[in-house]
Each structure stands twice: as structure tokens, then as C-alpha cells.
């Protein structure tokens, strides 16, 4: 076969271009850190991306989710442990105001507390979390608890003894993870009571008490105290077994970032010292490429006549 200097050219210039493109894809690899730049490069790595990446999205909006609900039901719980401080201090006012040696003036001075402390459950109870009443159940815009002109205390427009949710469960839940949904909330009517033993109806029968110079009536208001503590706690377990169940699943959501991030970084990056290894050789033969093509291009009918 003769061979001839126009096709020792094309394959030098083919054999350029093929080492150009080798050093181009080793030195892209090396700079972007990715084995491929685009799905063509290899299929089976991009479709391997495309599911890795999903995973990781699924579960960073997860661990969103999560960290939302432990805020809220931290904001819950610490609003409760305020609340239990403040019938604690009514109990003690309670049991002060039973003692028959008082006066009158003492007696107003213990209502004028024990009405500071009704104002300062209503202000708990009105605790609110990213601008949403946390004890409102779906009403999250507008603080559930307030004062009528005769200072009764109202629970969405209604008197806290009167209010019935007629059995609708007001829970707002969040989905923290593979189809679990957690309910976030707690009712202001599962921390209070309902009826007439609820918490607010005892403030008042104490009030009463007081203006009426009455210690038997507020020293059986010591019962009733003990009932409203005892509801609190019961709605602040509810609240602690649910916040345990969200820290379990945002410790797994944590080993599953770890683990799908791990998988995606072995399929789409390079190896460092790798990638740097074929740039080097990759550099070393197109300069070699170039140096053979420029002998092989050089040459004219002078160097064959010499």
C-alpha cells in the first residue's frame, strides 16, 4: 500500500484533534471535578445522578421540616412550663389568701396578683411561633385567647367554659419523612380544660374568693388548681412523646443525608489524583502529537532533492 504525504498529514491532524479532545475532557474533569459534563458522556452515570439527587432533595426538604417542628413544639413546651409556673405562684397565692387573718386591703393586693397572673396565662396561651398562634389549632392568625368587657376570658370568641369542639380534631400535621406526618400542635383547650373545671374558671372562682373575703371557697380552689396542673403535664407528655419521635427521625433523616450524599459524590465526582494523573499524560502525548505532526507537515520537495 503506497502511503503518501497527504495522508500521513490527515492522520497526524487526526491523531492532534483526538489528543486535544483526551487533554480538553482530562483538564474539564480536573476544573468541574465531575466525571461527565452533560448526560451523552455516559448515560448510566447521569440517570444514577438524576436518582441520587432526587434522594438528597427528598431529604433536605425533610430535614426542613423537621427542624420547622422542633421549633414549634419547643415554642409549645416552653409556653406550657410558663404556664405551670404561673399556677404554681397562683397555688401559693391561693394558699395565702386562705389564711383568716387578713385584711381587706390584703386581700386586694392578692387579687390584683392573681389577676397579673391570669394576664400572664393568656399571654402564654397566646404564645405564637413564625407568626402562628401555636395554641389555636387551625386558627393560626388570630390569638385564640382574649378578655371580654366583664374580664372573661374567651377561646375563639367564646367563654373557655361554654367552647366544645364537638369532637373535630384540630391537629396540624407535618410530613417529616417517607409518608410520616406528625401532628405539630397542641389545643388550647387540652392545656386549659373544659367546663367548668378549667383553668381559667379557677382564676376566677380565687378572684371571687377574694372579693368576697371567702378562704374556705379559695382553699378549695386548691383541688381544683391541682386538676389544671395535672391537665398541663398530661398535654406537656403528649407534646415530649411526639418531640422524641421527630429527634429519632431527624437523627435517621441525618444518616440518610450522610449516606445518599456519599453515593452521589462516588458516581458523579472524579478522582482527584486520578483526574490529575490522566491530565499530566494526556498533556505529555498531545504535545508529543504536535511534535510528530510538525515533522511530518514540514517536509517539501526540497527535503527530498537535498
Request: proline share 1%; with cysteine; glycine share 6%.
Amino acid at each position: 500500500m503506497r502511503i503518501t504525504n497527504s495522508m500521513m498529514t490527515a492522520a497526524s491532524v487526526r491523531n492532534i484533534n483526538m489528543n486535544m479532545e483526551r487533554l480538553s475532557k482530562a483538564q474539564t474533569q480536573v476544573s468541574t471535578e465531575c466525571k461527565i459534563q452533560q448526560p451523552s458522556d455516559d448515560p448510566v452515570v447521569a440517570s444514577r445522578a438524576i436518582r441520587y439527587r432526587s434522594y438528597v432533595a427528598r431529604v433536605e426538604q425533610y430535614q426542613k421540616n423537621v427542624d420547622n417542628v422542633t421549633s414549634w413544639q419547643k415554642v409549645t413546651d416552653s409556653a406550657m412550663s410558663d404556664l405551670s409556673d404561673i399556677m404554681q405562684q397562683l397555688k401559693e397565692l391561693a394558699v395565702k389568701g386562705s389564711t383568716d387573718a387578713l385584711s381587706d386591703s390584703d386581700l386586694a393586693a392578692i387579687k390584683e396578683e392573681v389577676t397579673q397572673l391570669q394576664q400572664s396565662a393568656i399571654d402564654a396561651l397566646n404564645t405564637s411561633y413564625g407568626g402562628r398562634y401555636v395554641f389555636g389549632g387551625y386558627a393560626t392568625d388570630v390569638a385564640p385567647y382574649s378578655l371580654d368587657s366583664d374580664n372573661n376570658v374567651l377561646f375563639k370568641g367564646q367563654l373557655v367554659s361554654d367552647f366544645t369542639d364537638n369532637g373535630e380534631d384540630q391537629a396540624i400535621k407535618s410530613n417529616i419523612g417517607y409518608g410520616s406526618a406528625v401532628s405539630i400542635n397542641v389545643e388550647g383547650q387540652d392545656v386549659t380544660g373544659m367546663g367548668d373545671g378549667n383553668l381559667f374558671a379557677t382564676f376566677a372562682k380565687v378572684m371571687d374568693g377574694l372579693d368576697n373575703g371567702d378562704t374556705t371557697a379559695i382553699s378549695s380552689c386548691l383541688d381544683d388548681i391541682e386538676t389544671n396542673f395535672d391537665t398541663i403535664l398530661a398535654a406537656q407528655a403528649d407534646l415530649g412523646a411526639r418531640m422524641n419521635y421527630v429527634s429519632m427521625v431527624g437523627d435517621r433523616l441525618d444518616k440518610d443525608y450522610t449516606t445518599y450524599k456519599e453515593l452521589m459524590s462516588n458516581n458523579e465526582d472524579v478522582d482527584i489524583a486520578e483526574a490529575s494523573a490522566e491530565s499530566t499524560t494526556a498533556q505529555v502525548v498531545y504535545e508529543a502529537s504536535l511534535s510528530v505532526g510538525v515533522k511530518v507537515m514540514s517536509k517539501s520537495l526540497l527535503d527530498y532533492l537535498a
